[in-house]
């Protein structure tokens, strides 16, 4: 049986992409539009009870002072990317939402998202520890306040530098003692969250490619306590076509001599990818999935470039060179265009039921069943689309015989 | 075990395909190419006992009086199809060939084709009767003075306009009747060669959309020698793409609108497809996939129209509007720039050795296996092209668990 | 000196086009928007003593039962053609328009357009004499009713199919006959407008491939009561970029071979322009161009085709094959993603006041200077932007000195 | 009256470029393609009496020990960039040519250029005065050998990093101390190559980003030597598209919000370019035109990458982004397919003609009237194509009208 009320916690509630979900979820619970852009809501998925989108309660972290109804007004007036008719009915609803946005932590975010935040937010002397805990109480509180039988927390934020994930990060006594020695340096805030969402028993999804939960500490911490979790980087755009077009050549025995991609957009994503360090992890997951593929490395890789005028959208543009039968070389081009918080939102939704249905379920750790949401998806080496929707199409089947069977 | 020597049958020998075809088998042979762009080299298929290429011995019908050498040096020099430095090496190879090539038979052709025949090769007075003797007395005589174990037939002939398949080429007996009355109208010879082929106990493979064995007649004829055949179309280019992109939409919940492709080429292929007759069955068989896939028929359609500058080499744009979240559009794009004839060629020496194959192991009747290398493959819903590959592993696979069994 | 009040009368009133032109002529004045796109408000034709954009007052004609205020509503919710923040405080302004609009005339306006028409707006019994009537009361009328000092009527309807323009056609007074004999087949609207224009002293304007004042009869008319006039198939997208590409190819000497292009757009446009009979005038005025431009006709031509999905926006893909040294062949292509009413909508309000000021200047007949406004410009055989763009400058320059030597 | 013998010095005489001219005017010369893509073959420059391309005898310098003949051959096979029909007949003309390569240098050519060097050809310890001997003595010597009338030196090597063109090479006397006192830091390859040119009288043109002759000294020199002189940098491809295009934003009130360029290519040209040092001069020249044809910078850059696939070949993808009426948005993309080889070979021919000509008019200094033929043309702000194609019809005009007169 479907829970009643679950909480979604947002990181980077006032961003494009939370701004979205929220929208999207309050408009399809009130029948404003359809469920196009649902995975969840395929047939092939309908078997499971997850979850209704009326049952979602939002809430969330930001570092800055902003609010969801005026993103969404900025969405549909500057970029088109909302439609300006959907808003007014939603009002109330979003301004509700900014009533739970908390404030979120800085610390060691890196240059680009550092400069945003609101440095009245966090007092510079807050310890890593109280950090943590002064955290640990927004969730609590949350759960508390709306009496919520479950809350997922979902990484929306924007993508930090690496980590250089050292022995430190390794097992969980010395994580907790880095903690404890304010080592600031050697942390960043989507491990925090990560953390004092799992110590708490609340799942944690990463749909950035920052760090997050994916440090083998907090792995164990999540066994630990019974609590699933998954990431990293959504699979929206460039990378999903890319993960659905190179399986043609290995099957058609083509040689991929080089695949160059060139992805431009604006918005605040694309400013904070600017920065080289930002960049960095983005570049990364973007670039492993044809390796995987493929089996080699075609010449070339991935360049994301800032284009303010493009607001919330992106286009990208992908130029395969490749190599058929007596060396003769052809090539495919791609253009991408699209909203990225429009691709998002529906699967930070989907991530959110069936992450809750995981849950409920009793399964703790990483769901690797979720592989096909990701680039870079933890613990599983297909990056084939395809195969990836089949090992979730599985794990559907086998939960829904299973209900049956009861 | 692999057989000694078999021979390839090839309908269209003049053709720029076949010509390619033979290029192709005879460099690899020599070793003066790689494999690239052969299913059948690939890991996954190594396990079967497949006939080696240097094995194949060519013969083949054509309409006009030409040479595979001849068409051969065009393609290196005019097109950059072919690398002209392969061509010295291959000279008597492809000298020998062009004296296994049989007139054909352009009867109900259609008047692009038709056209092109050379009047001095068939006799207006030639019954259909006295042609199917003739073709059949063309593949036994090449069998018997090449002292070859097998045979299989492949059209690669320019496509036809669409046959109206009354009741008459429903059963063998009514079809064997029209053959006897010689109602050429009601014809083509796609089927006449497919006819002359599977009574004599040849595979007969359909690389093109014309009818070719496609009637309940000469399936009836196919089981009661007990022969393979299989069909239509080969997937090369801009179909095979979409077939790869088209579960993307699915998978996602995205709504595809609009779905329109634009198809330009040279060579013959694109002068006779220029004729809006011969036109048809092309069309037909591009449009189909995507209503398979998807489960609903997005606006759009395929053109395709002649440019001869383009010579052997196609570009296809293919725009694709589609809805997503919230409503919001997206499109995605995408340029095809390939030289169908190479695309073509490995997959017909792929198709020749995995029919040798059912042939040799007593498989008859239409190779649903081989829906992967084929647009509108007979008695197969599935167009997924990922799905479709699936379906061929699984039957290597069990061939292979047999083979190792014994 | 500028004139205070010009009314400008808009055939089409209730499109998509004449639409954009009032919200942007009003919007501009009221300054809710700055003057991008408006060719007048270069610095090069400040000279100019041209009317200010709030001296407009805006009427028209319209075969359908409709609102321009309804219109924009829906240019801005359902295409993101027009910013849906600019339309509340436009609303009177757009609703006063609306009382301006008279019924027009489908007689003999082609399948697509006629089956549009209110069938109630016009009598099937009015007589070509009648309609001419009521059309040159409803012009006069006008210019009373606001005490204008001139009128400039622009023809921003669908595009008619060709009329075949025989000797009936060439001089006035056998023109004449023709509507007094009430011959409706061999005459279309355009030309009833455009003769019920000039007659009354008002110049007029054709934006469309239609006929309008492209015919010996009228140019005989326009003289003889000194008013100025021109066309035809205002200049936007596609043709536009090809008219500015073109010429490269001349200056270096590349020889195009082919030059392919493709049109995919909504709207009521495109809906009209699926009719074959329609299409053939726009497609006519596109691929004349080229030849004109290159001194030959490459292999090619102009396709268009409706998606509907795309509402006011339209994409082009044009693709061009060109030969370099030593017979090297290269290509070009370029993808065009406009709203085709908001880029012409500044050209006509541009053509108003650069029409009305030539009236006011005395001048009468075809305004020759106006040729890089249009796809297929009256008696102007030089189709290269640049060069057209210089005729312009140089009849500003004349004006402009001989303003100033006063 | 054109001249009988005329000598053409090609710096970098081993590179793809350099061979593609040789083998063009060759080709020409005897009969073997037509004259596409010179652009003094059109009708509109016949007038002036250029010397035929039969008149011209090549040589020049490189750094490597390679063969003309060898590239020749490398650029039909590998890139399919000329067509391999035609070397046959040209071995001998070519073979000669290899005969007339002398070496060149590379002092302080930058990382990318000078890790090409052969170190054996060019003495460590040969001072820059040394250098400049024997350069001038190279082309002295080859004047004398062929008697030619005349000798134009033409820049095709890769592109140097930048030089900080200080106070030392402003005036003459001071570069020429600089050479004296051996600087090598302060000088580049260009430099030295313009400067022996000049100095001995001969033409010299710089078809590269380079320094070359742009130092205020040597346009000193050119003078005092009666000399013309011209460059920077050809433009071919991409840049020339965007010259073309940039106006039409113009002359429509059309706002460049973002012009964002890629370019990915192979061959020796990228791979040098690959190098940020050497990239530097050649992004420089490339983004300046923008600006200078806008009157404003829009967002963007150029971008160039290395891509070893297509050798010979350069694919561009520019994304323009711009505001129309009412602030809406719209985009323009276009691709670019070229070998800039063949593109650039004959306007280096076409440089060649038009310089003696200048030369032998008496004309010295820069020349202007070229403006058209170079991405950064010296002296000349119009970066307009139309434009500069006009100022060189002006001169080719008062010429034939001065030669009319005699």
């Known amino acids: 049986m479907a829970p009643k009320r679950v909480g979604a916690w947002l990181i980077g509630a006032y961003g494009a992409l939370a701004t979205t979900v929220v929208v999207g979820a309050k408009a399809v619970a009130r029948g404003l539009c359809d469920r196009t852009g649902l995975v969840t809501e395929l047939a092939e998925l309908r078997g499971l009870p997850l979850l209704p989108l009326d049952g979602l309660v939002f809430g969330g972290w930001d570092i800055r002072r902003f609010s969801v109804w005026k993103r969404a007004e900025e969405l549909a ?3 088109a990317a909302i439609p300006s008719g959907l808003l007014p009915s939603l009002k109330a609803d979003l301004r509700a939402i900014d009533r739970e946005v908390r404030p979120g932590t800085a610390v060691n975010s890196g240059p680009a998202i550092s400069v945003l935040a609101d440095p009245t937010m966090q007092s510079a002397s807050e310890t890593l520890h109280d950090t943590v805990e002064r955290l640990a109480g927004d969730l609590e509180a949350f759960r508390l306040r709306h009496r919520l039988d479950r809350v997922v927390v979902v990484n929306l934020a924007s993508t930090e530098p690496p980590l250089k994930v050292g022995r430190k990060l390794r097992r969980l006594d010395d994580f907790l ?77 083509l040689r991929v001599l080089s695949w160059k991609g060139y992805n431009i957009l604006g918005g605040l994503d694309g400013m904070v990818l600017r920065d080289q360090r930002h960049k960095l992890l983005k570049v990364r997951s973007k670039e492993r999935v044809l390796a995987g593929i493929l089996g080699y490395r075609p010449y070339g890789g991935v360049s994301i470039e800032y284009v303010p005028s493009l607001g919330s959208w992106k286009t990208a543009w992908d130029f395969i060179h490749f190599e058929g039968f007596l060396g003769t070389r052809m090539s495919l081009q791609f253009i991408w265009q699209g909203c990225d918080a429009i691709l998002a939102a529906p699967l930070v939704l989907d991530l959110i039921r069936l992450t809750e249905f995981a849950h409920r379920r009793g399964e703790a750790g990483p769901m690797t069943h979720l592989a096909c949401f990701f ?21 559907v089947n086998q939960h829904r015989a299973a209900l049956e069977a009861r």
């Open 375 to 395: 680039k870079d998806p933890m613990g599983v080496k297909e990056h084939r689309f395809s195969h990836q929707w089949e090992i979730l199409l599985q794990y």
């Open 177 to 253: 003692r880095l903690i404890r020695q304010d080592r600031r340096q050697e942390i960043s805030p989507s491990v925090l969250y990560a953390y004092a969402a799992l110590r708490g028993g609340f799942p944690y999804i990463n749909f950035t490619p920052s760090v997050g939960a994916s440090i083998p500490a907090l792995h164990e911490l999540a066994l630990k306590h019974q609590v699933p979790f998954y990431g990293n980087d959504g699979k929206t755009g460039e990378t999903l076509v890319k993960t659905v077009l190179a399986p043609l050549f290995c099957y058609r025995n």
């Open 77 to 79: 007036a500057r970029d």
